[in-house]
C-alpha cells in the first residue's frame, strides 16, 4: 500500500492513512502514548504512538 501507513486506534482498531492527506501530527491529551493526524477541514483520528514515532511512520511513506 504504497503512501498509506498502518495504525492503531486507542481501541485496538486497525487503521489504514494516506500520509499525503495528513496535515500535521499533535500530541493527543494523555502524554506521549497517543497522537492525532490532522487532516482537511479540521478532521482528525487519534492513534496509538508518540510524536516521534508516527512522524517518523508517516515520513517513511
Not at 503512501?3 to 492503531?8: A, D, L, N, P
Amino acid at each position: 500500500m504504497n503512501g498509506y501507513v498502518t495504525f492503531e486506534t486507542p481501541d485496538g482498531d486497525q487503521i489504514a492513512v494516506n500520509a499525503d492527506r495528513v496535515n500535521f501530527v499533535r500530541r493527543y491529551k494523555g502524554g506521549n502514548v497517543v497522537s492525532a493526524l490532522n487532516f482537511e477541514k479540521g478532521n482528525y483520528i487519534v492513534v496509538k504512538g508518540s510524536l516521534s514515532d508516527v512522524c517518523k511512520a508517516l515520513a517513511e511513506a
